[in-house]
């Protein structure tokens, strides 16, 4: 029995010693379009009370040289196929979305299968959550009070880009990427990237922004940290 | 009231048909606006609305895109009731013991439903209201005589397809379900459709049979192709209806920005690389779905449809103008009916046409779009009733037809 537990320790060990991060910067190149503002918030007698200005959309957030934020970062195996049967969702922290100012924040999540989603109501209006999979995970078309009790959901399928929506205002929209594995992350507003923990072997590393669709570089991790960069171009 | 529901003109039942025909098309305005503000899935639940009973929904509640649907959702059981008034109506006096044991169930119905069904309350206590004044309406109801079988069954159908058009509403709620959003915004033209026709049918001209296209048989060539080329048109509207409900269904805002060119092109690239260009320059505050090639190739057919549609209505006026004036009196008034109404419906269409330019250049504002919504539905209204007076049969023609068109039979012999 001790020969077991010791084995299964520097079995960990080793892993941990041997798992690497990959860490890396996203950019844009070229002027993005315009973002335009919510028109249409002013017009809601609730809503409109939260601004003196609409506030404007969000889809290409570009902050200094170009580094760009909310490009999804996520590894696939070497042929291209996506990582399945990984996840540690059902052990990781839940991730957020909350509603405020009649706006889903953050607007873009990625999460794990099976790792709860907490959706909260900030706002002093009712919203309906409406969460829509393209990809057979299940609908949800849930009321949600002006600062009522939380709701919970987990998703068993991974997906890119699954919309969340409220048709009361339909201005308001946000969406998750669902990973069946730990191995991604989301671009901060500095463009930076960190995947942790990556066991080694050969990967496709893959970088999908909503609007600009997605680039992928084959990489090998070892025992050492990897570094990736991407450039997207905007014409 | 005027007892006689059977051949003869009844103005009360008439202008009831009409009134439910205009509420019908108030309703599709409504359907529209829910479409155009994408709130089709703003109240979660149905029949029920945030779980009070539809009508016990509290007015304070109705904000933003909850107002489109649950307006919709009221104003739709408001044309449920006119439909069903107007299928008895048609049944006459035979309508009567089966309003009384129909209303009768329906109360004690509504009674189970309000104290056995847990949330259902409001709505048993509507169901039973409503049994009760049907059971009393069946012992004031007209005495009148029916009207004709396939009138009554007209009426029946209409009945049938406006549950059916109801109940798929709501399944397309509570089964999130997109197609079927597609499907009754289709089934909804048609119900028009039919409501339109219903009123046609209980029309004075209508029972008067001035309308007989049997009686331009003497006008020759230009003619015989009329009916067929309005039936035509007719059907490619259909056709672009389904068009433009599948377009709305997608959610996805406009496929492509300019009119008259698409993408500055006259055929736009639908190209891999051309969709991500598209997607990347668009930025949309409501309608956020990637826009696909399928969706623009669908906006460059509607195009396509609509310039052919334009050209065939034209037909169909000019063979219209170039239909022979017998001079005859009663010929002279069904020559003017079919001249007028050709030249309205090629009017509708450009309005129609100048309508969907509109819906590109403001972006697709809401009230423009539904306003094209409607105009389609008066294109095929129009299309419609004229294909049915251009094909009417002696079968479905009230009396005298017979004898009248035995007798242009034998002007056209000459």
């Known amino acids: 029995m001790k020969f077991a537990v010791l ?18 910067v996203v950019t844009l190149q070229g002027t993005p379009p315009p973002e335009v503002q919510y028109a249409p918030i002013m017009d809601d007698p609730t809503c409109s009370k939260l601004y003196t200005n609409a506030p404007f959309t969000e889809f290409y957030v570009v902050g200094k040289n170009g580094r760009l934020a909310n490009v999804v970062v996520f590894l696939q195996n070497a042929d291209g196929t996506d990582i399945t049967g990984k996840s540690t969702g059902a052990t990781a922290a839940p991730a957020v979305l909350d509603q405020k100012g009649c706006l889903y924040h953050p607007q873009f999540l990625a999460m794990q299968t099976g790792q709860k989603l907490i959706v909260k109501n900030s706002d002093p209006c009712v919203h309906n959550v409406h ?90 991790v070892g025992g050492s940290n990897v570094t990736v960069n991407f450039a997207f171009t905007v014409k | 009231m005027n007892k006689n529901c059977d051949g003869q003109y009844n103005a009360w039942l008439h202008w009831f048909a009409v009134l439910t025909a205009v509420g019908t098309f108030v309703l599709l305005g409504a359907g ?139 399944l397309r709620v509570v089964l999130f379900n997109a197609d079927l959003g597609a499907v009754h915004g289709v089934v909804g033209q048609l119900f028009f459709l039919l409501t339109c026709a219903l009123a046609l049918f209980t029309s004075r001209s209508w029972q008067a049979g001035v309308n007989r296209a049997a009686d331009y048989i003497a006008g020759g060539r230009p003619f015989r192709a009329l009916p067929f080329a309005v039936l035509a048109a007719t059907a490619l509207i259909v056709i672009q209806l389904i068009l433009g409900a599948t377009m709305r269904g997608q959610h996805a805002g406009l496929a492509i920005p300019d009119f008259p060119l698409a993408y500055g092109k006259l055929w736009p690239d639908t190209s891999a690389a051309a969709i991500l260009h598209y997607n990347a320059q668009r930025i949309e ?25 334009f050209v065939l209505v034209a037909a169909c006026a000019m063979w219209a103008h170039r239909l022979e004036d017998t ?88």
């Not at chain 2, 669908?298 to 195009?303: A, I």
Request: with cysteine; charged share 10%.
């Open chain 1, 131 to 220: 969460i829509i999979s393209k990809n057979g995970n299940p609908e949800y078309n849930d009321a949600q009070m002006a600062h009522g009790p939380d709701l919970t959901y987990a998703f068993p399928k991974p997906e890119m880009f699954m919309k969340v929506q409220c048709d009361i205002h339909p201005w308001m929209f946000a969406w998750i990427s669902l990973f069946d594995n730990p191995w991604f992350d989301l671009t901060a507003n500095d463009g930076a990237f960190t995947i942790k923990n990556v066991p080694p072997g050969k990967y496709t590393i893959v970088a999908s922004h909503y609007k600009l669709g997605k680039q992928s570089q084959t990489i090998e």
């Open chain 2, 327 to 414: 001079g005859a009196g009663s010929l002279k008034t069904q020559l003017r009916f079919h001249r007028r109404i050709s030249l309205f419906w090629v009017a509708l269409i450009v309005c129609q046409i100048a309508l969907g330019a509109a819906t590109i250049w403001t972006h697709k504002a809401a009230d423009v779009a539904t306003a094209h919504l409607l105009g389609g539905a008066l294109c095929l209204a129009t299309g419609a009733l004229w294909s049915i007076v251009l094909f009417a049969r002696p079968w479905i023609l009230p009396e005298p037809y017979p004898a009248t068109a035995s007798a242009l039979g034998a002007l056209a012999t000459k």
């Open chain 1, 7 to 24: 084995s299964i320790l520097m079995a960990a060990v080793a892993f941990a010693v041997r798992a690497a991060d990959i860490t890396g």
């Open chain 2, 32 to 170: 529209g606006l829910v479409t155009s503000h994408d709130a089709g899935m703003s109240v979660p639940d149905w029949p029920n609305s945030y779980g009070y009973g539809m009508y016990a929904f509290p007015a304070s509640k109705w904000v933003g895109g909850i107002f489109y649907e649950h307006t919709h959702r009221l104003w739709a059981s408001a044309v449920g009731l006119m439909t069903t008034i107007l299928a008895l109506w048609l049944f006459g006096k035979n309508a009567r013991s089966f309003m009384r044991w129909m209303g009768a169930t329906l109360a004690v119905a509504g009674i189970v439903i309000a104290f056995l069904i847990s949330g259902q309350s409001s709505n048993g206590a509507v169901a039973a209201a409503t049994g009760i004044v049907m059971c009393a309406a069946g012992f004031v109801w007209p005495r009148c005589n029916p009207a004709a079988k396939w009138l009554r069954w007209l009426g029946l159908g209409a009945f049938l397809l406006v549950v059916v058009q109801g109940v798929l509403g709501g």
């Open chain 2, 285 to 309: 505050v409501m309608h956020v779905n990637p826009i696909t090639a399928f969706q623009v190739i669908l906006q460059m057919v509607h195009r396509l449809v609509a310039l052919t549609i």
